[in-house]
């Protein structure tokens, strides 16, 4: 099972979000959405990709502020969970893609293990950010642990 955490302002990535989730599932394995995520409905021992925009100075959207925060005051240990990351920033912005670190810094602070560089997703680019995420999601496939399907 591969969790998606989604942070989304104003749609375009939740957009995404939904876009990788079929993409996986086509692919053949159990992806579920969090809109609002939770640390307690996760797996620890699972795969996690964030997929965030980042709104504000480098902030993070309101939906997934609070995970952001429960994940800073939280203790358990994370050192048996894989995850990635998708950013979607604008590069106008001093503090591109900011959220998407943020969050990574958090989970990689706890020991999470980071199966990819992550994808930062410009707005200033002219493709659809969808697009972009869709044929970067195969490098993610490559590396993804085998049993997470
Ligand atoms: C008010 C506002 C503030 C933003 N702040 C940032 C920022 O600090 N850094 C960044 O990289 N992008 C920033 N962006 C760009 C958004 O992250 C980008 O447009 C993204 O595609 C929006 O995705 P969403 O529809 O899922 O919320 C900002 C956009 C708006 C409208």
Redesign the pocket.
Known sequence: MIDILVG???????YVAEQVAETLVQAGYEAKLHLKPELDHLNPSGVWLVIT???????L?DNIQPFADQLAQDRRDLTTLFYAVIT???SG?D????AGRKLAALLSGRGAISLINALEID?QQTEL?EDIALRWLPELIKVLPKKSG
């Open positions: 989304s302002q104003m749609g375009a990535a939740e925009s980042t709104y504000g100075a480098g902030d959207p979607l920033g604008d912005y503090t591109f893609c900011e707005a950010p």
